[in-house]
């Protein structure tokens, strides 16, 4: 079974711009999160989908936004760049049954000049 | 406020036994999840624990979980050089719908296994 898929692996923007990250997740995988990581806040929820709605988010200013597909691909996106939005975004699937294993990507790195 | 504590850092000798220890705050949390992240790399699933159980074994890992405390503890038997990354405990928040995608991670714990 192929794992969680996130793409692109590495993206450099620059401040003001725009972003769409893309994430695959694991087969028969209905729920997708996404978090932040950065060295000095660490982990962070940014929000989950379940059949293409929105069902939890995190404390994020509404330059983070995101979908669900109804294949239960998940994209992000992030508009208007800051220099503080260069991080490590992970993505995790699960079942969304409240069972709950969740797997995460390799993550995109972005880097925001 | 949710929170989740752990040390830092932690070395051992090849060999050894790694104790990894995580405080956290929310009573509620339904899992508390352990995953281990190298260099470059995203987080990788070792093991979880379901709330009303106290431990959990996988081959070389230990999962203690000390419930009143709010303790938890992940303990590598046997440690390698290659056990040498960031160790991260989460617990789970319950969101609606009876979601559990949203964690609560600690900082990390950096393992340093040396030969």
């Known amino acids: 079974k192929a794992g969680v898929t996130q793409t692109p692996r590495y993206l450099i923007k620059t401040r003001g711009q725009q972003v769409t990250l893309s994430c695959s997740p694991i087969?028969?995988?209905?729920?997708v999160s996404w978090y932040q990581q950065t060295p000095g806040q660490g982990l962070q929820f940014l929000f989950e989908y379940f059949s293409e709605t929105q069902r939890n988010k995190g404390n994020f200013p509404g330059r983070f936004s995101g979908r669900q597909f109804s294949n239960s691909r998940s994209e992000m996106n992030v508009s208007t760049l800051e220099l503080g939005d260069s991080a490590l975004y992970l993505c995790?699937?699960?079942?969304?049954?409240?069972?709950?294993?969740?797997?995460f990507g390799s993550g995109t790195q972005l880097s925001v000049l | 406020g949710e929170d989740v504590e752990q040390s830092l850092f932690l070395s051992v000798r090849e060999g050894d036994s790694s104790v990894i220890n995580c405080t956290y705050t929310?009573?509620?949390?339904?899992?508390l999840y352990w995953y281990k992240q190298e260099p470059g790399a995203g987080l990788q699933l070792l093991t979880y624990i379901f709330s009303n159980m106290d431990m959990k074994q996988d081959q070389r890992l230990t999962v203690l979980l000390n419930k009143k405390d709010k303790h938890l503890s992940l303990r590598i038997a046997d440690t390698q050089t290659g056990d040498s990354a960031i160790y991260f405990c989460?617990?789970?928040?319950?969101?609606?719908?009876?979601?559990?995608?949203?964690?609560?991670f600690g900082k990390g714990t950096k393992l340093s296994v040396k030969p």
């Open positions: 929310d009573s509620s949390s339904t899992y």
């Open positions: 087969s028969g995988h209905r729920s």
């Open positions: 995790a699937s699960s079942l969304g049954q409240g069972n709950e294993k969740l797997l």
């Open positions: 989460a617990e789970s928040q319950e969101g609606y719908g009876g979601s559990q995608g949203n964690l609560i």
